[in-house]
């Protein structure tokens, strides 16, 4: 850091937490407590009575507030960027404010004595603030482009500790499929995202999320835990996105950020199994994506000081190129795109801001025959297919300051979120024969599943907040409310929505879901033939108030206390209710102390309960019409002699499975009355240490627990055997099992209370004990050890990273099962019946029981910099799903009646029982990026920089298929074989001009 003295520079009590506090840029953990989500501020200590003023002399904003009786002063509400500040009209400093972060400027210390004028030259972080309880990492756009990094929000959010790259199977049909981050264990449909202020999280699943063009973002604020009472809806991380602004000051520019497709890039890869030790060898095949991202922008005045606009464009061209075993397919991708905003400053007093931003994207792909596996020559082409996602936003918002202690703000926004898809082969099903491996695919088909071709969001929004400066107490309330408008569902391809997949049953096998034993002694070639669709219009209401209470106890502890109260409606078609969860309370309580009195070692804790609303998929299964059957049939070996090519099917083995039965149900008998929503506990104790004038470090420790977990159950056995034995008739006790085995949604693990018509035509209550249930209860159990450090930015270099040490052990991992790439948030596969919990309790999918990040840049001369950006870390844990062995006594598994076992999703492999976890973890990962910048001092507002990332070209392991048996004894052809790897090495460049 560099500073410039009036008088005598002392680095006494105080002068180093002012010197450290003037200019905020980003920290690891940081950020106040009561603080906005779309604004930061700034506080600190003068004598009573003394006028402090903060301007902003890029858009003419000033207040001048006068300091109370305790000599505290406090400004809130101040959108980022850089301000000037200063005591009784005298020399003024300057002050950087960051999104949800106050910046702490003191002018006397806690005795009264006046402080020396401290001025700091360049952007400086303030690495420990002493008014904060949270974990925050706020990245700005200044360091977001020293460094190398995916431009993306995902990318951004890995950075913090305790973040992990979710499956990449997730959200698969959604803008984000791949590119989805788990907070702190848990899943990646559990985290919350906000652009300016407004939700804009996808509540189908989770798994999507608007996102703003990325050189729009100006800051980028994650929370990965400890958030106060103003945010909810999320069990993982809150990432909290804002966008630029205009000024006084024109700007015009725009750049082009060109990713070749040869230029250092490698190769993909597949993999091939070795057929005497089964091994799977990664060998290269051709590959091709290329693309160009172009963005104009303008900035400036329309009347100085009081009305300013921001306005960018942006246009991508993508091509990627797969080449696959029988097939390759070219998607193209147009996305045009665009984010405006306007503020404009009626007086000091009140501040209206509008923003509009589109982040569609259409992407057309068309498929070919291959002449051979994985080469590049190209057969006849099959019809073409186009997929739309993203939408578009408006957000308004007011902000008002009334008198030196009282801000208000509302806003309101609405959001509209597409993911439909136009199939040309709509009509073509899918068949695909797995009976070795590299699978071969049959047919006109191009895709498995659509989405229903109408399906549409939008979601409707307002809050209103409110921050009180009261002597000691800073105290923040509010309110928020959204409305959720969909229609979705999704279908099976082929003209019957029925897919055909050849596997082989093994002499002895057993296909269990249709009740069938191979007894000919010899393997049977089979065609299973499963048939899916489901949909409707529903709507979403969630509903939250809280309070909370900054408490400045003494000059160096801080109190904080917060309590919010949410309610989650799921309405179906009809406008009943599904779902209806009222008052739902959510405590959080903080500290954080100010050990020495000069803000160099903070020792800080909080603890809160933290809820996540009902997703929408779960009306979509349970609220919709659902049609789900699966049929077993003798493959004779021979294929239709058409554009199909079905193949053709002998005698039907067993009996027609029925998952679903197409009706639509009474909301009253498919979900318990007394349930209630996912919720976790927090604990987070740690301590930040400033190390020297420019370096700091701390250590955390977190604690996670899944409290509550909203599952459906299917079992028709245990209810039916529990009716039995309690009093109830057959019929009666058949009419209980079948209305729970058509899938109830229950709190796992405990009773189940049921309305069912039991002959007399009106609904009676029934509540099943939890332990006739034959499931156990729900555990997620998350904790790590955080060790983190930062050098501040002088001009010169800056570096920040991260040891993360953690577990995250139990038996589901919430809203999505990433060990069989399922995203049905709110009703997966784990609880159906209770032979899929045998064995399941163990490591789960997002345990990294090390990770290391690393990243920072380094400024050579004026004129070139370097940045760099490494993260390594272990592998998942390992697991085998197959079919469930039938015991002596006739029963399955862990003494399980026979019941539909849902082959490839049970623990049991070559008829053992495979605890989860057991298997050990896959590969330690690693990914090192670098860049090198270039900005001409010949042609100022020119900068010219190249990315590589992965330079080292690391092709670890990431996932692999584990679903190995879908017919007892008959392991698949692709058991364990590798379905995502470490992204290849590859370049980019840009070339930027801003004037």
Same mark, same amino acid.
């Given at each position: 850091m560099t500073v410039q003295r009036t008088g005598r520079l002392r680095l006494a009590k105080g002068i180093k937490r002012t010197a450290l506090s003037l200019a905020l840029g980003a920290c690891f953990i940081g950020g106040v407590q009561a603080q906005s989500n779309t604004a930061g501020a700034v506080f600190g200590r003068a004598e009573a009575g003394d006028t402090v003023t903060i301007s902003n002399p890029a858009n003419g904003f000033?207040?001048?507030?006068?300091?109370?009786?305790?000599?505290?002063?406090?400004?809130?509400?101040?959108?980022?960027?850089?301000?000037?500040?200063?005591?009784?009209?005298?020399?003024?400093?300057?002050? %950087?404010?960051?999104?949800?972060?106050?910046?702490?400027?003191?002018?006397?210390?806690?005795?009264?004595?006046?402080?020396?004028?401290?001025?700091?030259?360049?952007? +400086?972080?303030?690495?420990?603030?002493?008014?904060?309880?949270?974990?925050?990492?706020?990245?700005?756009?200044?360091?977001?482009?020293?460094?190398?990094?995916?431009?993306?929000?995902?990318?951004?959010?890995?950075?913090?500790?305790?973040?992990?790259?979710?499956?990449?199977?997730?959200?698969? $049909?959604?803008?984000?499929?791949?590119?989805?981050?788990?907070?702190?264990?848990?899943? +990646?449909?559990?985290?919350?995202?906000?652009?300016?202020?407004?939700?804009?999280? $996808?509540?189908?699943?989770?798994?999507?999320?608007?996102?703003?063009?990325?050189?729009?973002?100006?800051?980028?604020?994650?929370? $990965?835990?400890?958030?106060?009472?103003? !945010?909810?809806?999320?069990?993982?991380?809150?990432?909290? +996105?804002?966008?630029?602004?205009?000024?006084?000051?024109?700007?015009?520019?725009? %750049?082009?950020?060109?990713?070749?497709?040869?230029?250092?890039?490698?190769?993909?890869?597949?993999?091939?199994?070795?057929?005497?030790?089964?091994? &799977?060898?990664?060998?290269?095949?051709?590959?091709?994506?290329?693309?160009?991202?172009? $963005?104009?922008?303008?900035?400036?005045?329309?009347?100085?000081?009081?009305?300013? !606009?921001?306005?960018?464009?942006?246009?991508?061209?993508?091509?990627?190129?797969?080449?696959?075993?029988?097939?390759?397919?070219?998607?193209?991708?147009?996305?045009?795109?665009?984010?405006?905003?306007?503020?404009w400053r009626i007086t000091d007093n009140h501040l209206l801001e509008v923003t509009a931003f589109s982040d569609k994207e259409t992407v057309n792909t068309r498929t070919w025959e291959s002449l051979e596996a994985y080469g590049r020559g190209r057969g006849d082409q099959l019809l073409p297919d186009e997929y739309e996602y993203g939408g578009d936003n408006y957000i308004g918002k007011w902000t008002g300051y009334f008198g030196d202690n009282l801000t208000l703000s509302a806003l309101y926004g609405i959001g509209k979120y597409n993911h439909t898809s136009q199939l040309g082969a709509f009509d073509c099903p899918f068949v695909r024969d797995y009976r070795n491996s590299p699978s071969t695919d049959y047919g006109c088909w191009t895709a498995s599943s659509g989405d229903d071709p109408r399906s549409n969001e939008e979601r409707k929004a307002y809050r209103f907040d409110a921050e009180w400066v009261v002597g000691d107490h800073t105290l923040r309330f509010g309110l928020d409310n959204e409305e959720y408008d969909f229609l979705g569902g999704t279908v099976y391809t082929g003209y019957d929505g029925t897919t055909r997949q050849i596997r082989t049953l093994a002499a002895g096998g057993q296909l269990l879901n249709a009740g069938y034993v191979n007894n000919t002694g010899a393997p049977i070639d089979y065609v299973q033939m499963r048939h899916f669709e489901n949909g409707g219009q529903f709507t979403l209401k969630n509903s939250a108030y809280y309070l909370e209470d900054s408490w400045q106890m003494t000059d160096n502890f801080v109190a904080y206390l917060g309590i919010r109260n949410e309610s989650f409606e799921n309405l179906n078609a009809a406008g009943n209710s599904f779902i209806k969860v009222d008052?739902? &309370?959510?405590?959080?309580?903080?500290?954080? &102390?100010?050990?020495?009195?000069?803000?160099?070692?903070? !020792?800080?804790?909080?603890?809160?309960?933290?809820?996540?609303?009902?997703?929408? %998929?779960?009306?979509?299964?349970?609220?919709?019409?659902?049609?789900?059957?699966?049929?077993?049939?003798?493959?004779?070996?021979?294929?239709?002699?058409?554009?199909?090519?079905?193949?053709?099917?002998?005698?039907?083995?067993?009996?027609? !499975?029925?998952?679903?039965?197409?009706?639509?149900?009474?909301?009253?008998?498919?979900?318990?009355?007394?349930?209630?929503?996912?919720?976790?506990?927090?604990?987070i104790l740690g301590f930040q240490y400033q190390l020297s004038e420019m370096w700091v470090g701390g250590l955390r420790g977190v604690y996670r627990k899944l409290n509550t977990v909203m599952d459906d159950y299917c079992s028709y056995e245990q209810p039916y055997q529990w009716a039995v034995g309690n009093g109830y008739s057959a019929d009666e006790a058949d009419i209980i099992g079948t209305a729970v085995a058509h899938c109830f949604l229950m709190n796992v693990g405990e009773d189940l209370t049921m309305n069912a018509d039991l002959g007399s035509g009106e609904l009676t209550s029934i509540t099943i004990p939890a332990d006739a249930l034959g499931i156990p209860e729900a555990k997620r159990n998350y904790s790590a050890l955080e060790v983190f450090f930062e050098r501040v930015w002088d001009g010169k270099y800056w570096v920040q990273g991260s040891y993360t040490y953690s577990r995250s052990i139990g038996n589901t991992e919430g809203y999505v099962k990433s060990d069989i790439g399922q995203d049905d948030a709110g009703i997966s596969a784990g609880f159906d019946y209770p032979v899929l919990t045998?064995?399941?309790?163990?490591?789960?999918?997002?345990?990294?029981?090390?990770?290391?990040?690393?990243?920072?840049?380094?400024?050579?001369?004026?004129?070139?910099?370097?940045?760099?950006?490494?993260?390594?870390?272990?592998?998942?844990?390992?697991?085998?799903?197959?079919? +469930?062995?039938? %015991?002596?006594?006739?029963?399955?598994?862990?003494?399980?009646?026979?019941?539909?076992?849902?082959?490839?999703?049970?623990?049991?492999?070559?008829?053992?029982?495979?605890?989860?976890?057991?298997l050990g973890n896959l590969e330690w990962n690693s990914t090192l990026s670098l860049n090198l910048t270039y900005t001409p001092s010949w042609a100022e507002g020119l900068r010219l920089t190249a990315n590589v990332f992965n330079v080292l070209n690391d092709r670890s392991v990431l996932s692999v298929n584990e679903q190995c048996e879908f017919g007892l004894g008959s392991t698949e052809a692709n058991c364990f074989q590798p379905n995502a790897t470490n992204n290849a090495r590859r370049a980019s460049f840009t070339i930027e001009y801003d004037f």
């Open positions: 000033s207040r001048t507030i006068t300091v109370g009786s305790d000599g505290t002063y406090r400004v809130a509400q101040l959108p980022n960027g850089k301000y000037q500040i200063s005591r009784n009209g005298a020399e003024t400093r300057e002050v %950087n404010i960051s999104v949800g972060t106050s910046a702490s400027v003191n002018f006397v210390d806690s005795d009264a004595k006046t402080l020396e004028a401290v001025t700091v030259i360049g952007t +400086v972080v303030n690495p420990i603030d002493v008014s904060s309880v949270e974990s925050t990492v706020v990245l700005t756009e200044e360091q977001i482009d020293r460094m190398p990094i995916s431009r993306d929000t995902t990318s951004l959010a890995l950075l913090a500790p305790g973040t992990t790259l979710g499956d990449s199977r997730l959200g698969s $049909n959604q803008k984000q499929g791949g590119k989805l981050a788990s907070f702190g264990g848990s899943s +990646v449909a559990e985290n919350v995202y906000y652009i300016n202020g407004f939700n804009v999280t $996808n509540l189908i699943n989770g798994v999507a999320f608007n996102e703003l063009p990325f050189e729009a973002i100006s800051e980028t604020q994650i929370k $990965n835990g400890g958030y106060g009472a103003e !945010f909810g809806r999320s069990l993982g991380g809150v990432v909290n +996105v804002i966008g630029k602004r205009g000024n006084n000051e024109w700007h015009f520019g725009g %750049n082009a950020i060109y990713t070749p497709n040869d230029i250092l890039r490698s190769s993909e890869v597949r993999y091939v199994k070795d057929p005497n030790t089964g091994a &799977w060898t990664q060998v290269d095949r051709p590959s091709y994506d290329q693309t160009l991202k172009y $963005n104009a922008y303008a900035s400036g005045p329309i009347i100085k000081d009081k009305l300013f !606009f921001y306005v960018l464009g942006q246009g991508t061209d993508n091509t990627e190129k797969v080449y696959g075993n029988t097939r390759q397919t070219q998607d193209d991708s147009d996305a045009p795109q665009y984010y405006a905003k306007v503020d008052n739902t &309370w959510a405590p959080r309580l903080g500290f954080s &102390w100010d050990v020495n009195g000069d803000s160099t070692f903070k !020792f800080f804790g909080n603890l809160g309960r933290y809820y996540i609303p009902v997703m929408g %998929n779960t009306n979509i299964r349970l609220a919709g019409q659902e049609l789900d059957y699966t049929d077993y049939y003798v493959f004779d070996g021979t294929f239709s002699n058409d554009q199909y090519e079905e193949p053709g099917r002998g005698a039907q083995l067993g009996s027609r !499975f029925y998952a679903s039965n197409g009706d639509t149900p009474d909301p009253r008998t498919v979900v318990d009355p007394n349930i209630e929503p996912m919720y976790q506990d927090e604990l045998d064995g399941g309790y163990g490591y789960l999918p997002n345990d990294r029981r090390h990770a290391f990040k690393l990243f920072g840049a380094y400024q050579i001369t004026d004129q070139w910099s370097v940045g760099g950006n490494f993260i390594v870390q272990a592998g998942r844990p390992l697991n085998c799903f197959g079919a +469930v062995p039938q %015991n002596d006594d006739g029963t399955y598994g862990d003494g399980h009646w026979l019941e539909p076992g849902y082959d490839g999703y049970a623990s049991y492999c070559n008829g053992e029982l495979v605890p989860r976890g057991s």
